[in-house]
């Protein structure tokens, strides 16, 4: 069962576009909810993150909008460079009873080619 | 310096064989993680050692064992590889228990022959 949903799975986008991907979660015991940015041979990195008291979080280009009645949140890149060609990855953290070294849940990733 | 370093980057062997990743990170964190990223890219978290001990243990075959020898190493060893074992595996560590923020290696590229 994949408790975060994340779409689409690649994505065109042109040099100076809006760049947007969406992903949706069921558990509401997830209480934070974080972006990473993967390139290729490399370890994905934390990019921006949001916890479900706000509604957006901006940072420089990258925007998290996040709709708790839906249970869903996605990611914005404004100005979208040909450097922000990657795999980014929605996460959700909690979810395991006790507390302790949750981990996160990913989502199953976005390839995004942003076309000069 | 690397925060958090694995090796070896890629790891080509047979099937029915042995094998270790080592994961060491010096950011002093307390928290050390596995993920296994298969060819679709889908990552999927398999151990995490708080402290040297186990906290989450996917349900991940019992031939694979972490081992935690102090807080900045968890290696983790694969017994009788299989083809299926063939993915990308990462470590990662964050400072506590209770911190999501997640730094990761650059991943070990396992082919299982």
């Known amino acids: 069962q994949q408790r975060v949903k994340q779409s689409p799975q690649s994505l065109i986008v042109q040099k100076g576009g809006i760049s947007i991907i969406n992903c949706a979660y069921e558990?509401?015991?997830?209480?934070?909810f974080p972006w990473y940015q993967q390139f290729p041979g490399k370890g994905p990195a934390l990019l921006i993150a949001i916890r479900p008291d706000v509604s957006e979080k901006k940072e420089g280009r990258f925007t998290i909008s996040f709709n708790k009645s839906a249970k869903q949140f996605s990611l914005h890149i404004m100005d979208s460079q040909p450097g922000d060609s990657a795999t980014y990855f929605c996460a959700a953290n909690g979810g395991y009873s006790g507390g302790g070294a949750d981990g996160l849940t990913f989502g199953k990733g976005t390839h995004l080619i942003i076309q000069p | 310096d690397t925060a958090v370093s694995q090796t070896p980057k890629y790891l080509v062997t047979q099937m029915g064989n042995d094998k270790s990743i080592k994961c060491e990170q010096n950011l002093g964190h307390d928290t050390m993680y596995w993920y296994k990223q298969d060819s679709k890219k889908f990552l999927k978290i398999m151990f995490s050692?708080?402290?040297?001990?186990?906290?989450i243990n996917e349900t991940v075959p019992n031939r694979f064992s972490p081992k935690s020898p102090d807080k900045a190493h968890l290696n983790l060893h694969i017994n009788s590889l299989e083809l299926g074992d063939s993915a990308v595996y990462f470590c990662a560590s964050s400072q506590g228990a209770g911190d999501e923020k997640l730094f990761f290696g650059s991943g070990t590229q396992l082919s299982v022959l």
């Open positions: 558990n509401t015991a997830f209480d934070y």
């Open positions: 050692y708080n402290n040297k001990e186990l906290i």
